[in-house]
């Protein structure tokens, strides 16, 4: 197995842990959900722009042209 494949899928299973985690404390009567996404609105966190860049970072971008 390549490097590229064992770090697919170990971003995977980290963010099934991290949906997992969300959907057992939404349940809860927490607005944990909620007050993150206010963080992250207001607060603009670099982690969060960096996290962004890598998931479309790996996007190859369409051909456009007519």
Same mark, same amino acid.
């Given at each position: 197995?390549?490097?590229?494949?064992?770090?697919?899928?170990?971003?995977?299973?980290?963010?099934?842990?991290v949906v997992i985690g969300l959907i057992i404390l939404h349940v809860i009567?927490?607005?944990?959900?909620?007050?993150?996404?206010?963080?992250? @609105? !207001?607060?603009?966190? =670099?982690?969060? %722009?960096? @996290? !962004?860049?890598?998931? =479309?970072?790996? %996007?190859?971008?369409?051909?456009?042209?007519?």
């Open positions: 197995m390549s490097p590229y494949k064992d770090s697919f899928y170990s971003r995977m299973a980290l963010c099934f842990i009567p927490l607005p944990i959900l909620e007050t993150l996404v206010l963080y992250i @609105l !207001v607060a603009r966190p =670099y982690w969060f %722009k960096n @996290l !962004v860049d890598q998931i =479309y970072s790996s %996007k190859k971008p369409e051909n456009t042209s007519e």
